[in-house]
């Protein structure tokens, strides 16, 4: 505020100072207009180099009353009175007194001197009576004519006007000095006084700035809190709204729990009642588990005596295909010796060779057919034997623990029914419901293991059938081996030699160990 109130002031004093100059400027530029209308003319006609013999007047009657020079109109008048002394004397009389200070005042005023000075000349020149008695002897004056007393009184006049205009032009001089020197020292106090404006608002400014700055670091305190405390709000509205979602569960609960206990005590009876046929009903379970494990293991040990019998059986049909490989590699050297000397048919003989040698290699690949047939049956059998062996372990040991349950649960109801016996005056609630929930517990636990043993009963059943068929395919694929065997060691082949060269002997077959 101070600062703009300065400036209205700076600028009232600037527009005062700028009407000031303008005034004081019109003022001066009227009087060098007026001057220089006046009286310069007659000043640059006076400046002119005169004749002795003739001088040029001109005047012309002007708007304002006065009289004006003119070239225009000349007016020649002699003038043989003025001597080179009158004119020297004249001009050193003439000649004004200059300012003592060479300042502005001198410079302003030289050309109002310099027109003074000559129409003061002139002026002196019609003044002054003559100076030597030769020339006024010789040169008698004539009378002034009116224009001349009339240009006199203008000059007189002028004089005056000009005196008049020195004086204002002096003062106004003196008033544009003391208003420069005012205006500078305005200037200078403005100057310091916008030097110390600029240094209070740089100041004022730096105090918005920092007050800026704690007012938006108090802000963002206040928001930060403003969160925190919000945060705090929402949290323990959380806090209450679980805590009352827990009370009405546990109202909730407490309701169930009081049906479930009604409900509970209203069906104890039936509980006991349902508890006894399941025992009953397991009784009779394990005892049907008991009969079909030793039907089971009657199964096995028969199992177990097919696949001895089996093994025995492949071992006696192994020994027979070497022995027939050995007799069929016998005959071949026979034909092969007997072919030699004789050589009526090669043709002959070479068929017969060369149907043996078929007969040799379709028989060795038949060998070696049933030999990873063998093996393969032997490793099916074996992993068939080891599901039998863990499912058998697995029965014992479900049974074991189907049998310590209905012991744990006979023992539970003989003592529950040692209690119900002896009297119970004043017994809690949440005793008498703990034995009901454990008797449900118990029941589902039978439920559970008698799913369980239903599920390895279904699974020893499908390995059973599974197991028959693999007995019954085997069965039938050594039926098929025997037949073919018989068959191809009753085929001889044709006998006959050839003449050419012996084929080696095919190589034996190597004997097919079987896993025992």
Known sequence: MMREFRRFLFREKMSWLSSSLQLAGELLESVDQKASGKLKPRGEDRKKPKTVSEEA????????????????????????FETPSHSSSSAHQA???????????ADSFSEWSEVDNESNSGLVMYDEPPLSSSSSKSHQLPPLPAEMQSMKSETQRLRRENAKLRNDLSSVERQLTNSTEQLSVCQE???????????????????????????????????????VKDAHVHTLEADLASYKQLVQEHVAEAAKLKQSIEELTNTREEAWTHAASGEAQLLQQVASLQEEL????????????????AKQSMYARQCTLEATNAELTTLVAKREHSAK????????????????????????????????????QAQEIHKLTGDMAALQTMLVQKEASHHATVLNLQQQLQDRAAL???????????????????????????????????????????LEVRFNDLKAAKDAQDKNDDLELSVRSVRTPRGGNYHGRPRPAPHKVAACTCPP
């Open 189 to 227: 106090e403005l100057e310091a006084l916008d030097k110390e404006c600029m240094d209070k608002i740089k100041c004022l400014e730096q105090q918005i700035a920092q007050m800026g700055r704690e007012k938006a670091a108090d802000e963002a305190q206040f928001v930060a809190a403003l969160g």
């Open 57 to 80: 007047w001109e005047v012309k009657h002007t708007s304002s009353g006065g009289y004006e020079d003119s070239t225009h109109h000349n007016l020649h008048v002699s003038t043989e």
């Open 294 to 309: 030793k039907d089971a293991a009657v199964a096995h040990a028969q199992l177990k005596k097919e696949y001895a019998d």
């Open 95 to 105: 000649a004004p007194a200059s300012p003592s200070n060479g300042g502005p005042d």
């Open 341 to 376: 000397p004789s050589a009526p048919s090669p043709t002959h003989a070479h068929r017969a060779l060369q149907e043996a040698q078929e007969t040799l290699a379709s028989t060795k690949k038949l060998l070696h057919e049933e030999c990873r047939k063998a093996m393969l």
């Open 420 to 462: 119900q016996s002896k009297p119970t005056p004043s017994v809690p609630l949440m005793a008498a419901v703990a034995p009901d929930g454990q008797m449900q517990a118990m029941t589902r636990r039978l439920l559970e293991k008698q799913e369980q043993l239903d599920a390895l009963r279904g699974r020893y059943t499908t």
